[in-house]
DNA sequence: CGCAACCTATCTATCGATAGACAGACAAAA
DNA sequence: TTTTGTCTGTCTATCGATAGATAGGTTGCG
């Protein structure tokens, strides 16, 4: 047994990037984890020294991870609204996922009990989203002022986010689909 | 001591719901909230049995006070575009009161580890905001279909929670303010 | 050897919940 | 009027479960 330490650290992430997605960081147990990995508690500790570490190092992650699908994406196609509708699928996939949400929506939701470097990267989270999204609709709206990119950017985040939390309170993932064509129609999203 | 046992009842769901719109349903703890109201944690489980109890009597109450502002807010006055802004301001409102969210926009996130009976109030609460979002659409949408009005009332309904969601997630009300206005430029709301 | 990875065992704190006691209010019975 | 009994609201004390965290031991590889 006894893989490398970045084998059993690894799989300890996985595991509670999926809890935290499903539950909240609130609810993410040293217990349950190391059961789920098949170690003990104190071993995560070893990995993780304490949970706000694990929570900071998933939260990095899932920034750094996403920001490199979203780069990808950017570098595949130039046509924006089918970089937007791939960047709906994202949201989507997490609720049909079992019905998760975004980390850091659901982080945003706990703020107020999380430690400070986790809460950091949260921020950083939705920085780098709206950050990706001004590079998309600069492409469609060319002549649209730096100010307007900003706002229409944090619209379409935080529009995306609240259908993903919406559509998960009532565990229907229709719900999400049609909002999403509501934004398209509506002319919020591209 | 001992008032009338409404009015404990009522002291424990006041410091109750304040808990949970900063912290959430899981971190309510009957302990804590018996020292915000003055008795002691057993004392609460007398007023509500359980823990679902009064989550289920927080949100029940949460949605008939919520519904009952917004139908007041329909008879005051016949203008769409007034009766959202003012819809709009009731979730900023949350926000500035201390970084705040709508209660069962917090407990959306939660869903999984709420008790059935705390879940379905949430979908209620729901249902009654897109219901109301869909009769002030009709007023300045009369000739939409109701397809179309369902989806654009659901649609404002996400949009604005995840706006509440991600501002609070950068403790920045200003995010809240300047999604909104890019809600009102895209078209999505009134 | 010596370090990496994991273990056992335990600590303290907190959780929701329950059992059982008690003080005060109040109404019916004597 | 006084006594008795019941109900309400709160209390103390405690249960079992679970939380994060730590100290110190064991195992195995290089």
Redesign the pocket.
């Known amino acids: ?9 690894e799989a300890v992430m996985v595991a509670a990037k999926a809890t935290v997605q499903a539950h909240g960081y609130n609810a ?5 984890l ?1 059961k789920e990995v ?6 995560v ?3 993780f ?4 570490d694990l929570g900071a190092a998933l939260a990095r992650r899932y920034t750094e991870e996403g920001a490199a699908y979203l780069a990808e994406l950017l570098a595949t196609s130039n046509d924006a609204s089918w970089c937007m509708e791939r960047y709906a699928d994202i949201f989507r996939a997490a609720l049909a996922n079992d019905n998760r949400m975004c980390l850091c929506g659901i982080m945003s939701a706990e703020l107020d009990d999380l430690p400070p470097e986790v809460r950091a990267e949260v921020d950083k989270f939705a920085a780098m989203n709206v950050g990706w999204l001004i590079k998309v609709l600069s492409r469609a709206k060319p002549s649209a002022s730096e100010q307007d990119l900003q706002e229409h950017g944090m619209a379409i985040f935080a529009a995306i986010e609240g259908a993903q939390l919406v559509a998960r309170g009532c565990q229907d993932i229709s719900i999400y689909d049609r909002t999403i064509r509501a934004y398209r129609t509506t002319g919020l999203i591209l």
């Open positions: 047994m006894a893989r490398t330490k970045n084998d059993m650290r993410l147990s040293f217990r349950e190391a098949g170690i003990k508690s104190a071993s500790h070893y990995h020294p304490t949970k706000g």
